[in-house]
């Protein structure tokens, strides 16, 4: 599974953006999806998650009621729509995916992802 996320961007305080991240291969809706985030000489921090069917969402709490998770299974694409944005929302974002899974799981832990995107920047000024 290849994951190709789209283009971060710089936003001021209170703005929203929307990522994007695109997977290769047919069997996208068996994995659960996942964003994180990352700042220098951090570990890698859980932001979202959806199961496969998107029934099931988790959030971290600091992003909770501002960011949304979905996910279209016909275009093997998930999205993380942000709104509110924060300076300390500024990081590098990552989606990620599991291996095949059961229904109706979200996975929050780093080390539950398999496959990772290459990372895309998203900076928010005061």
């Known amino acids: 599974v290849q994951l190709q996320a789209s283009v971060g961007g710089l936003a001021q305080t209170g703005d929203s953006l929307r990522l994007s991240c695109a997977a290769s291969?047919?069997?996208?809706?068996?994995?659960?999806v996942g964003w994180f985030r990352q700042t220098p000489g951090k570990d890698r921090e859980f932001v979202a998650a959806?199961?496969?069917?998107?029934?099931?969402?988790s959030y971290e709490d600091s992003v909770k009621g501002r960011f949304t998770i979905s996910r279209d299974n016909v275009k093997n694409t998930v999205y993380l729509e942000m709104n509110s944005l924060k300076a300390e929302d500024t990081a590098v974002y990552y989606c990620?995916?599991?291996?095949?899974?059961?229904?109706?799981?979200?996975?929050?832990?780093?080390?539950?992802?398999?496959?990772w995107g290459q990372g895309t920047l998203v900076t928010v000024s005061s």
């Open positions: 990620a995916a599991t291996e095949g899974i059961v229904m109706g799981v979200v996975v929050t832990a780093a080390d539950g992802y398999a496959y």
């Open positions: 291969g047919r069997t996208f809706s068996r994995r659960v």
């Open positions: 959806i199961s496969r069917g998107g029934g099931t969402t």
